[in-house]
């Protein structure tokens, strides 16, 4: 692979996008609702009597079941078939992608179970991450007019920030092009004109300031090392901590930095938190941070590198710029 196609961004035209489109307001009109849980629970439902096959929407987009041709209308079924997100099962089909609820918006990601490379997430953490950017966005009273979104994935945090600061320029950056072409897709649908997907490792295909920097990076240990899972470093703090470092040299006056994100409690202690200190000592930086859930992804503690660890606690990091 050449370098200008590593770095290619996603064409996402208007005509690609109509399927999307006519499948979003399917989903709409049908007073579709879905929340992602984890892929341990998404399993152990999956796995109950009955739900081996998709009997409504939910089932087909939500839980990725397979289904038989009669559960939706053509209509739905033609839509599919244009947006490419269709592939046969046995005598019936799955859905490539699923659709999630966050707010009033849908966002589409990658269907159940995300094996891929480049599979893009989405569930518990980004609702967590979401309210995260909620709260961050009613304590932010300044101007702001340029912000990133680092990782976009499928592009909630972005969209986020953009539908609450519509004047701000605010880019979605990612070293996944699947993940862009999805922050395209769902930007759209949201009406976010304000989003713009780069192809970026960090920020180093971006130049300037920022006043917000936001990201829910990757932070487990994931052996076969999934762009959407695998934090890489000690027990997964390596991109974090990669992020906090980027966004020190990047953040406007007054900037700030929220960095949501997973942290593997060793002997109760924060290693995760050690590492912010001595990066942030002898700064003048002013910053805040905070344990949002302290049990999060428990199975992952039966194996591997987590087999000695305490728990892994969800956390948020903001770091601020003096003006």
């Not at 064409?11 to 929340?35: C, G, Q, V, W």
């Not at 910053?287 to 992952?300: A, H, I, K, L, T």
Request: proline content about 5%; glycine content about 6%; aromatic content about 8%.
């Amino acid at each position: 692979m050449t370098d200008t196609q590593m770095h290619e961004q996603p064409a996402t035209s208007k005509h690609s996008m109509e399927p999307f489109r006519l499948l979003i307001e399917a989903l709409r009109n049908a007073d579709y609702h879905f929340i992602t849980v984890t892929p341990a629970s998404h399993a152990r439902v999956n796995s109950r009597p009955g739900n081996e096959w998709a009997q409504d929407l939910q089932g087909i987009f939500g839980w990725s079941r397979p289904f038989k041709r009669n559960v939706i209308s053509s209509e739905l079924f033609e839509a599919m078939q244009a947006a490419d997100i269709l592939e046969s099962y046995q005598d019936g089909w799955r859905s490539r992608i699923r659709v999630s609820t966050l707010g009033d918006q849908l966002f589409i990601h990658s269907a159940y179970p995300t094996d891929e490379a480049d599979a893009v997430f989405f569930g518990p953490d980004t609702y967590r991450y979401a309210n995260a950017i909620e709260a961050q966005l009613r304590f932010e009273t300044g101007q702001l007019r340029r912000a990133v979104d680092i990782g976009s994935g499928a592009g909630p945090g972005a969209i986020l920030v953009a539908l609450a600061r519509p004047d701000a320029e605010v880019l979605a950056v990612d070293i996944n092009n699947r993940a862009l072409r999805f922050t395209q897709i769902n930007a759209e649908m949201a009406e976010a004109t304000n989003v713009v997907t780069q192809h970026s490792n960090l920020l180093n295909e971006v130049e300037g300031e920022f006043d917000l920097i936001v990201s829910n990076p990757p932070y487990l240990v994931d052996p076969t090392e999934r762009a959407y899972r695998h934090g890489g470093g000690p027990l997964g703090a390596g991109l974090s901590l990669s992020i906090l470092d980027a966004a020190l040299e990047r953040l406007a006056p007054a900037g700030t930095l929220l960095l949501y994100t997973g942290v593997a409690m060793v002997d109760s202690r924060d290693p995760f938190l050690e590492a912010v200190q001595a990066r942030l000592a002898g700064t003048d930086m002013i910053w805040r941070y905070r344990e949002m859930d302290p049990d999060v992804f428990g199975e992952e503690l039966e194996s591997g590198v987590y087999a000695q660890t305490d728990r892994i606690a969800a956390v948020t990091l903001t770091v601020t710029r003096p003006a």
